[in-house]
């Protein structure tokens, strides 16, 4: 059971439609990554579409660029929007893997690159926070640097063959925060 409390550490980052504009292309794409891997497996959401590259969250964008009045509007409940199923499609989109969180894993780690891999944990940490109420205190780098550790990342590719799913590493390394918190006077 995760705590109750939708906060973290960096906390007066507001992810809305102003915050969204102002990120990049790879950080849009490991944003969305994140919070597709917390939305559908976690929270059990529906999948998004295969690919959450340029085009996808292209679409985000598109969205709050169409709909200025809404920029003040959290994106998560914009990728509701955006992402929704067409109930008359036979396509639902989104890929489905025999095992938990699909293709996010070390490997995708690696991918993602040093300016991607803290809006994959942001956009993982928005979703739980939100849907799950998770309050972390520290603040994403950290995070960042503990899976970077696990996988053996440290800008000298020294990989130590972990593929163990990123939900599942950086869940451990909350998880024991919060115990070490609840000791701290």
């Known amino acids: 059971m995760l705590p109750s409390a939708a906060r973290t550490q960096e906390s007066s980052t507001k992810f ?21 891997d917390c939305y559908a497996y976690d929270v059990r959401g529906h999948r998004y579409p295969r690919d959450l590259g340029a085009a996808e969250h292209e679409r985000v964008t598109s969205y709050y660029r169409t709909h200025p009045s809404q920029l003040d509007h959290g994106v998560l409940p ?9 109930p008359h499609s036979a396509d639902h989109g989104g890929e489905n ?27 993982y940490l928005a979703c739980q926070a939100n849907y799950n109420r998770l309050r ?4 994403v780098a950290f995070y960042v640097q503990g899976l970077d550790r696990w996988y053996g990342y440290d800008r000298g590719m020294k990989d130590t063959g972990r593929n163990d799913k990123i939900a599942a590493v950086l869940m451990r390394n909350v998880r024991s925060d919060i115990r ?4 701290q006077p």
């Open 78 to 86: 914009i990728f509701r929007i955006v992402f929704r199923r067409d």
């Open 180 to 183: 070490l918190d609840a000791h």
């Open 97 to 123: 893997f025999p095992e938990n969180h699909g293709v996010f894993d070390g490997e995708y780690w690696w991918q993602l690159g040093d300016k991607g891999r803290p809006y994959f944990i942001r956009g």
């Open 136 to 139: 972390v205190t520290r603040p």
């Open 16 to 36: 809305d439609g102003r915050w969204w504009m102002t990120l990049n292309s790879e950080q849009r794409s490991a944003f969305l990554a994140g919070e597709s």
